[in-house]
């Protein structure tokens, strides 16, 4: 069974960083995309960052220069570094990664909140 588990979330002043992680356990095989998304209260889930195997990287313009996406093949894992961050970045991030095969995998969900 695969599971995908977020880590690094919390609580962070307007300006502030925060480095999200997601490890992936069980056979998920070879991962062609990870990506995070984001979902404020009443809003839709919304895309914030993606990597492909081969090391693209696509960003919507509300982080683009603030967040940075990368990840660990050998460890399954992506991370995402968010830097400047401001109150409307206050959600909750899931990762989710696409096999090769077509199967998509999320997490939990992990609550980052940007407030003084």
């Known amino acids: 069974q695969v599971q995908l588990v977020e880590s690094g979330g919390g609580l962070v002043q307007p300006g502030g960083s925060l480095r999200l992680s997601c490890a992936a356990s069980?056979?998920?095989?070879?991962?062609?995309?990870m990506s995070w998304y984001r979902q404020a209260p009443g809003k839709q889930r919304e895309l914030v960052a993606l990597i492909t195997s081969g090391g693209t990287k696509n960003y919507p313009d509300s982080v683009r220069g603030r967040f940075t996406i990368s990840r660990d093949n050998s460890k399954n894992t992506v991370y995402l570094q968010m830097n400047s961050l401001k109150p409307e970045d206050t959600a909750v991030y899931y990762c989710k990664f696409t096999s090769f095969m077509g199967s998509d995998y999320w997490g939990q969900g992990i609550q980052v909140i940007v407030s003084s």
């Open positions: 069980g056979n998920i095989g070879r991962i062609y995309t």
